[in-house]
């Protein structure tokens, strides 16, 4: 059974930090991707940052470029979004999933395992 475990949002003010955790079991993550969405209310699910477990390879949203940073600990199965300079347009929930693919995916149904999300403020 594939558990995903988010943790660490939180509120923060207007150019803070928040660091969220994703810790992964029931699965050999090595050949998979991870990857972090977000959704604010009425908005859909959009992607935010993917990283290859392997290799550590990373991509990112433009949105989020510059500012955010996917990172992985193979030894604790934590995948990590260090997220700096906040705005409140990054308010959402955030969810990380993992994926087969090899590639690293932007679409959400490319993702077949999915954390049940943690909540992240943005005040101004």
């Known amino acids: 059974q594939v558990q995903l475990v988010e943790s660490g949002g939180g509120v923060v003010q207007v150019g803070g930090s928040l660091r969220l955790s994703c810790a992964a079991s029931g699965r050999t993550f090595s050949s998979y991707s991870m990857g972090w969405f977000r959704q604010a209310p009425g908005k859909e699910r959009e992607f935010v940052a993917a990283?290859?477990?392997?290799?550590?390879?990373?991509y990112y949203a433009d949105s989020v470029k510059g500012r955010f940073t996917i990172s992985r600990d193979n030894a604790k199965n934590t995948v990590y979004l260090q997220m700096n300079s906040l705005k409140p347009e990054d308010t959402a929930a955030y969810y990380c999933?993992?994926?087969?693919?090899?590639?690293?995916?932007?679409?959400?149904?490319?993702?077949?395992?999915w954390g049940q999300g943690t909540q992240v403020t943005v005040s101004s």
């Open positions: 999933a993992s994926s087969k693919a090899i590639a690293l995916l932007t679409a959400p149904n490319a993702y077949d395992y």
């Open positions: 990283i290859r477990w392997s290799s550590g390879n990373t």
